[in-house]
Protein backbone atom coordinates (compact mmCIF):
# COMPACT_ATOMS: atom_id res chain seq x y z
CA UNK A 1 0.00 0.00 0.00
CA UNK A 2 0.84 3.97 -0.54
CA UNK A 3 0.47 6.51 2.13
CA UNK A 4 -0.50 9.97 0.47
CA UNK A 5 1.55 11.83 2.56
CA UNK A 6 1.43 15.57 0.37
CA UNK A 7 -0.54 15.31 -2.90
CA UNK A 8 0.84 17.13 -5.04
CA UNK A 9 -1.26 20.04 -6.96
CA UNK A 10 -3.50 17.58 -8.82
CA UNK A 11 -2.84 14.08 -8.49
CA UNK A 12 -5.30 11.42 -10.01
CA UNK A 13 -5.77 7.66 -10.73
CA UNK A 14 -5.69 7.02 -14.00
CA UNK A 15 -5.35 3.97 -16.70
CA UNK A 16 -6.20 4.02 -20.23
CA UNK A 17 -9.54 5.61 -19.93
CA UNK A 18 -13.36 3.97 -19.55
CA UNK A 19 -14.06 3.64 -23.88
CA UNK A 20 -17.47 2.65 -24.82
CA UNK A 21 -19.30 4.66 -23.27
CA UNK A 22 -20.33 7.84 -25.29
CA UNK A 23 -23.61 6.82 -26.31
CA UNK A 24 -24.48 7.69 -22.55
CA UNK A 25 -22.38 11.05 -22.66
CA UNK A 26 -19.26 9.63 -21.04
CA UNK A 27 -16.32 11.07 -22.13
CA UNK A 28 -13.54 8.58 -21.81
CA UNK A 29 -11.11 10.11 -19.23
CA UNK A 30 -8.05 8.45 -18.78
CA UNK A 31 -4.35 9.07 -18.86
CA UNK A 32 -4.03 12.28 -20.76
CA UNK A 33 -0.21 11.08 -21.89
CA UNK A 34 -1.36 7.80 -23.01
CA UNK A 35 2.50 7.07 -24.56
CA UNK A 36 4.03 7.93 -21.10
CA UNK A 37 1.42 5.97 -19.20
CA UNK A 38 2.01 3.16 -20.87
CA UNK A 39 6.36 3.62 -20.90
CA UNK A 40 6.02 3.74 -16.98
CA UNK A 41 3.56 0.53 -16.87
CA UNK A 42 6.18 -1.07 -19.18
CA UNK A 43 9.48 -0.40 -16.73
CA UNK A 44 7.40 -1.24 -13.78
CA UNK A 45 6.47 -4.34 -14.95
CA UNK A 46 2.61 -4.03 -15.40
CA UNK A 47 -0.20 -4.36 -18.19
CA UNK A 48 -0.63 -1.04 -20.34
CA UNK A 49 -3.82 -0.27 -18.72
CA UNK A 50 -2.70 -0.77 -15.24
CA UNK A 51 -3.78 2.49 -13.03
CA UNK A 52 -1.04 4.67 -12.49
CA UNK A 53 -1.17 8.13 -10.60
CA UNK A 54 -0.79 11.45 -13.33
CA UNK A 55 0.94 14.36 -11.55
CA UNK A 56 0.18 17.80 -12.75
CA UNK A 57 2.91 20.38 -12.42
CA UNK A 58 3.64 19.42 -9.23
CA UNK A 59 4.22 16.17 -7.61
CA UNK A 60 3.66 14.16 -4.61
CA UNK A 61 5.02 12.62 -1.51
CA UNK A 62 4.48 8.62 -1.03
CA UNK A 63 5.47 6.44 1.83
CA UNK A 64 5.54 2.92 0.81
CA UNK A 65 4.72 -0.01 3.36
CA UNK A 66 5.52 -3.13 0.80
CA UNK A 67 8.63 -3.11 -1.41
CA UNK A 68 7.92 -1.60 -5.08
CA UNK A 69 9.10 -1.69 -7.87
CA UNK A 70 8.23 1.77 -9.74
CA UNK A 71 9.04 4.42 -12.69
CA UNK A 72 7.97 7.91 -13.29
CA UNK A 73 7.43 8.82 -16.80
CA UNK A 74 6.51 12.15 -18.48
CA UNK A 75 7.84 15.87 -18.24
CA UNK A 76 11.22 16.37 -16.52
CA UNK A 77 10.78 16.59 -13.22
CA UNK A 78 12.76 15.91 -9.71
CA UNK A 79 12.32 12.62 -8.26
CA UNK A 80 13.67 11.49 -4.90
CA UNK A 81 13.54 8.25 -2.75
CA UNK A 82 14.24 9.60 1.00
CA UNK A 83 16.48 12.41 -0.02
CA UNK A 84 18.55 10.30 -2.51
CA UNK A 85 17.70 11.51 -5.96
CA UNK A 86 17.02 9.06 -8.61
CA UNK A 87 16.53 8.99 -12.33
CA UNK A 88 12.66 9.53 -14.53
CA UNK A 89 12.26 6.75 -17.31
CA UNK A 90 13.65 4.11 -15.34
CA UNK A 91 13.16 0.85 -13.70
CA UNK A 92 12.87 1.93 -9.46
CA UNK A 93 13.25 -0.06 -6.29
CA UNK A 94 11.21 1.50 -3.14
CA UNK A 95 11.79 -0.14 0.17
CA UNK A 96 9.35 -0.72 3.35
CA UNK A 97 8.92 2.78 5.05
CA UNK A 98 10.82 4.71 2.73
CA UNK A 99 8.78 8.10 1.09
CA UNK A 100 9.14 8.96 -2.65
CA UNK A 101 8.87 12.11 -3.37
CA UNK A 102 7.95 14.19 -7.19
CA UNK A 103 8.95 17.81 -7.67
CA UNK A 104 7.96 20.43 -9.77
CA UNK A 105 7.63 19.26 -13.27
CA UNK A 106 10.03 21.67 -15.69
CA UNK A 107 9.03 20.40 -19.05
CA UNK A 108 5.15 19.23 -19.70
CA UNK A 109 2.65 19.43 -16.89
CA UNK A 110 2.06 15.95 -16.18
CA UNK A 111 4.07 12.64 -15.15
CA UNK A 112 3.11 9.18 -14.37
CA UNK A 113 4.05 7.25 -11.75
CA UNK A 114 3.89 3.10 -12.28
CA UNK A 115 3.92 0.56 -9.53
CA UNK A 116 4.03 -2.87 -9.99
CA UNK A 117 0.71 -4.47 -10.09
CA UNK A 118 -0.98 -1.11 -11.00
CA UNK A 119 -3.07 0.85 -8.50
CA UNK A 120 -5.27 -1.16 -6.85
CA UNK A 121 -8.65 1.21 -6.97
CA UNK A 122 -12.45 -0.21 -7.43
CA UNK A 123 -13.06 0.05 -11.29
CA UNK A 124 -16.18 1.66 -12.36
CA UNK A 125 -17.57 0.51 -15.64
CA UNK A 126 -14.25 -1.22 -16.18
CA UNK A 127 -12.18 1.59 -15.73
CA UNK A 128 -10.10 3.07 -12.82
CA UNK A 129 -9.76 6.21 -14.57
CA UNK A 130 -11.20 8.87 -12.11
CA UNK A 131 -13.74 11.64 -13.90
CA UNK A 132 -14.17 14.26 -11.53
CA UNK A 133 -17.13 15.87 -12.85
CA UNK A 134 -19.15 13.16 -12.14
CA UNK A 135 -16.97 12.07 -9.09
CA UNK A 136 -16.57 8.69 -10.42
CA UNK A 137 -13.57 6.28 -10.68
CA UNK A 138 -9.60 6.82 -8.75
CA UNK A 139 -10.22 7.17 -5.47
CA UNK A 140 -13.45 8.38 -4.39
CA UNK A 141 -13.94 10.45 -7.85
CA UNK A 142 -11.26 12.80 -6.94
CA UNK A 143 -7.76 14.07 -6.56
CA UNK A 144 -5.49 12.86 -3.87
CA UNK A 145 -5.36 14.37 -0.44
CA UNK A 146 -2.59 13.83 2.69
CA UNK A 147 -3.86 10.85 4.26
CA UNK A 148 -5.10 8.65 1.54
CA UNK A 149 -4.35 4.68 1.57
CA UNK A 150 -3.73 3.64 -2.25
CA UNK A 151 -3.87 -0.10 -2.54
CA UNK A 152 -1.80 -1.99 -5.23
CA UNK A 153 -3.20 -3.96 -7.10
CA UNK A 154 -2.29 -7.50 -9.49
CA UNK A 155 -2.47 -6.08 -13.46
CA UNK A 156 1.02 -7.36 -13.62
CA UNK A 157 2.65 -7.91 -17.32
CA UNK A 158 4.63 -10.52 -19.44
CA UNK A 159 7.62 -9.03 -17.99
CA UNK A 160 9.54 -8.04 -15.77
CA UNK A 161 12.58 -5.17 -16.37
CA UNK A 162 15.44 -5.16 -14.06
CA UNK A 163 16.27 -1.80 -11.62
CA UNK A 164 17.83 0.57 -13.89
CA UNK A 165 15.96 -0.48 -17.37
CA UNK A 166 15.36 2.51 -19.06
CA UNK A 167 13.66 3.72 -22.27
CA UNK A 168 16.03 4.89 -25.31
CA UNK A 169 15.73 8.60 -25.03
CA UNK A 170 15.20 8.83 -28.57
CA UNK A 171 11.78 6.67 -28.25
CA UNK A 172 10.90 9.49 -25.55
CA UNK A 173 8.76 12.61 -26.24
CA UNK A 174 10.11 16.03 -26.82
CA UNK A 175 7.64 18.24 -24.82
CA UNK A 176 6.94 21.97 -24.01
CA UNK A 177 8.01 25.01 -26.03
CA UNK A 178 6.77 25.14 -29.48
CA UNK A 179 4.61 22.36 -31.12
CA UNK A 180 3.15 21.64 -34.16
CA UNK A 181 0.24 19.76 -34.27
CA UNK A 182 -1.02 17.40 -36.91
CA UNK A 183 -5.02 18.48 -37.71
CA UNK A 184 -7.68 16.72 -39.66
CA UNK A 185 -10.51 19.15 -41.30
CA UNK A 186 -13.66 18.32 -39.74
CA UNK A 187 -17.37 18.24 -40.87
CA UNK A 188 -18.12 22.00 -39.80
CA UNK A 189 -15.17 23.52 -41.55
CA UNK A 190 -17.29 24.68 -44.49
CA UNK A 191 -18.37 26.97 -41.82
CA UNK A 192 -15.96 28.78 -41.60
CA UNK A 193 -14.16 31.53 -44.62
CA UNK A 194 -11.42 30.19 -46.37
CA UNK A 195 -9.48 33.35 -45.19
CA UNK A 196 -10.39 32.22 -41.75
CA UNK A 197 -9.07 28.86 -42.60
CA UNK A 198 -5.57 30.18 -44.09
CA UNK A 199 -5.24 32.10 -41.19
CA UNK A 200 -5.91 29.19 -38.49
CA UNK A 201 -3.32 27.17 -40.14
CA UNK A 202 -0.47 30.22 -40.49
CA UNK A 203 -0.76 31.31 -37.13
CA UNK A 204 0.81 30.35 -34.03
CA UNK A 205 -1.54 30.27 -30.41
CA UNK A 206 -0.09 30.63 -27.16
CA UNK A 207 -2.00 28.02 -24.50
CA UNK A 208 -4.03 30.13 -21.55
CA UNK A 209 -3.07 29.38 -18.17
CA UNK A 210 -7.34 28.63 -17.91
CA UNK A 211 -6.41 25.10 -19.61
CA UNK A 212 -7.61 22.13 -17.73
CA UNK A 213 -8.03 17.77 -18.31
CA UNK A 214 -11.55 19.37 -20.13
CA UNK A 215 -9.24 20.95 -23.25
CA UNK A 216 -6.35 23.33 -23.97
CA UNK A 217 -7.35 27.09 -24.71
CA UNK A 218 -5.34 28.65 -27.11
CA UNK A 219 -5.32 32.28 -27.52
CA UNK A 220 -4.85 33.59 -31.31
CA UNK A 221 -6.30 35.02 -34.09
CA UNK A 222 -10.04 35.35 -33.78
CA UNK A 223 -11.88 33.37 -36.95
CA UNK A 224 -14.98 34.74 -38.75
CA UNK A 225 -17.61 32.71 -40.01
CA UNK A 226 -19.73 32.26 -43.60
CA UNK A 227 -22.55 33.93 -43.24
CA UNK A 228 -25.79 31.92 -43.01
CA UNK A 229 -29.87 31.73 -41.19
CA UNK A 230 -29.35 29.91 -38.22
CA UNK A 231 -31.41 26.26 -38.78
CA UNK A 232 -33.98 25.01 -36.88
CA UNK A 233 -32.57 23.62 -33.14
CA UNK A 234 -28.98 25.58 -33.63
CA UNK A 235 -28.35 28.93 -31.80
CA UNK A 236 -28.21 32.71 -33.25
CA UNK A 237 -24.30 33.18 -32.56
CA UNK A 238 -22.76 32.03 -36.05
CA UNK A 239 -20.15 29.43 -34.30
CA UNK A 240 -23.66 27.28 -33.15
CA UNK A 241 -24.40 24.27 -35.12
CA UNK A 242 -27.04 21.55 -34.88
CA UNK A 243 -25.75 18.90 -32.11
CA UNK A 244 -22.34 17.80 -33.39
CA UNK A 245 -20.52 15.13 -31.75
CA UNK A 246 -16.97 15.47 -30.40
CA UNK A 247 -14.53 12.87 -30.34
CA UNK A 248 -11.37 13.55 -28.64
CA UNK A 249 -8.69 16.18 -30.07
CA UNK A 250 -11.79 17.75 -31.64
CA UNK A 251 -11.11 21.71 -32.44
CA UNK A 252 -13.79 24.13 -31.38
CA UNK A 253 -14.09 27.48 -31.56
CA UNK A 254 -16.75 29.38 -29.68
CA UNK A 255 -18.05 32.72 -30.87
CA UNK A 256 -14.73 32.55 -33.27
CA UNK A 257 -12.69 33.80 -30.78
CA UNK A 258 -10.79 31.20 -28.92
CA UNK A 259 -10.05 27.64 -30.00
CA UNK A 260 -10.48 24.87 -27.49
CA UNK A 261 -8.80 21.40 -27.88
CA UNK A 262 -10.89 19.16 -26.39
CA UNK A 263 -9.29 16.45 -24.13
CA UNK A 264 -10.30 13.27 -22.53
CA UNK A 265 -12.62 14.73 -20.17
CA UNK A 266 -14.54 17.28 -22.32
CA UNK A 267 -18.31 16.38 -23.01
CA UNK A 268 -19.15 14.03 -25.99
CA UNK A 269 -21.19 16.90 -27.81
CA UNK A 270 -22.27 20.06 -28.17
CA UNK A 271 -23.32 23.08 -30.28
CA UNK A 272 -20.42 24.76 -31.33
CA UNK A 273 -18.84 24.30 -35.07
CA UNK A 274 -15.11 22.06 -34.80
CA UNK A 275 -12.59 23.04 -37.71
CA UNK A 276 -11.26 20.06 -37.50
CA UNK A 277 -9.78 17.30 -34.74
CA UNK A 278 -6.02 17.08 -34.08
CA UNK A 279 -4.57 13.57 -35.16
CA UNK A 280 -4.46 10.83 -32.43
CA UNK A 281 -1.06 11.03 -32.71
CA UNK A 282 -0.30 14.01 -31.59
CA UNK A 283 -2.83 14.06 -28.48
CA UNK A 284 0.09 13.41 -26.17
CA UNK A 285 2.11 16.20 -27.13
CA UNK A 286 -1.32 18.36 -27.09
CA UNK A 287 -1.98 17.37 -23.20
CA UNK A 288 1.56 18.07 -22.39
CA UNK A 289 0.96 22.01 -23.46
CA UNK A 290 1.45 24.27 -20.56
CA UNK A 291 1.11 27.99 -20.30
CA UNK A 292 3.12 29.99 -22.15
CA UNK A 293 3.57 27.31 -24.73
CA UNK A 294 2.43 27.92 -28.10
CA UNK A 295 1.38 25.63 -31.07
CA UNK A 296 0.91 25.66 -34.64
CA UNK A 297 -1.78 23.46 -36.70
CA UNK A 298 -0.70 21.42 -40.24
CA UNK A 299 -3.44 20.10 -42.42
CA UNK A 300 -3.18 16.26 -42.59
CA UNK A 301 -5.23 13.84 -44.38
CA UNK A 302 -6.92 10.95 -42.46
CA UNK A 303 -4.65 8.64 -44.39
CA UNK A 304 -1.89 10.75 -42.75
CA UNK A 305 -3.39 10.78 -39.70
CA UNK A 306 -3.95 6.77 -40.08
CA UNK A 307 -0.10 6.63 -40.82
CA UNK A 308 0.92 8.59 -37.97
CA UNK A 309 -0.92 6.67 -35.77
CA UNK A 310 1.04 3.69 -36.85
CA UNK A 311 3.96 5.27 -36.46
CA UNK A 312 3.26 5.92 -32.92
CA UNK A 313 2.50 1.95 -32.15
CA UNK A 314 6.09 1.28 -33.81
CA UNK A 315 7.60 3.39 -31.26
CA UNK A 316 5.70 1.58 -28.66
CA UNK A 317 6.41 -1.78 -30.07
CA UNK A 318 10.46 -0.35 -29.73
CA UNK A 319 9.74 0.60 -26.46
CA UNK A 320 8.48 -3.07 -24.96
CA UNK A 321 11.43 -4.61 -27.56
CA UNK A 322 13.85 -3.30 -25.80
CA UNK A 323 12.34 -3.67 -22.39
CA UNK A 324 11.76 -7.35 -22.70
CA UNK A 325 15.60 -7.60 -23.69
CA UNK A 326 16.35 -6.05 -20.65
CA UNK A 327 14.39 -8.19 -18.89
CA UNK A 328 16.05 -11.42 -19.98
CA UNK A 329 19.69 -10.06 -18.49
Known amino acids: MLTVLSPGARTLVQDLGRDGQYAIGLPPSGALDQYSHRCANLLAGNHENAATLEITMIGPALRFTEPATVAVTGGEVAVDIDGVTVSCWQTLFVEPGQVLRIGTLRTGCHAYLAVRGGIGTEPFLG ?18 VAGDILPVGDETGTFRPGAGST ?8 LGGHQRLRLVEGLCRHRFTDESVREFFSSTFT ?4 SDRTGRRLIGPAL ?10 AGDNPSNVVDLGYPVGSVQVPNGEEAICLLRDAVTGGGYATIGTVASADLDVLAQLKAPDTVGFVPVSLDQAITARHERHERLKQVRHGLRLLSLY
Open 127 to 144: SRSTYQSSVIGGHDGRAL
Open 167 to 174: VDPRLRPV
Open 207 to 210: VSPE
Open 224 to 233: RFVDREAPFG
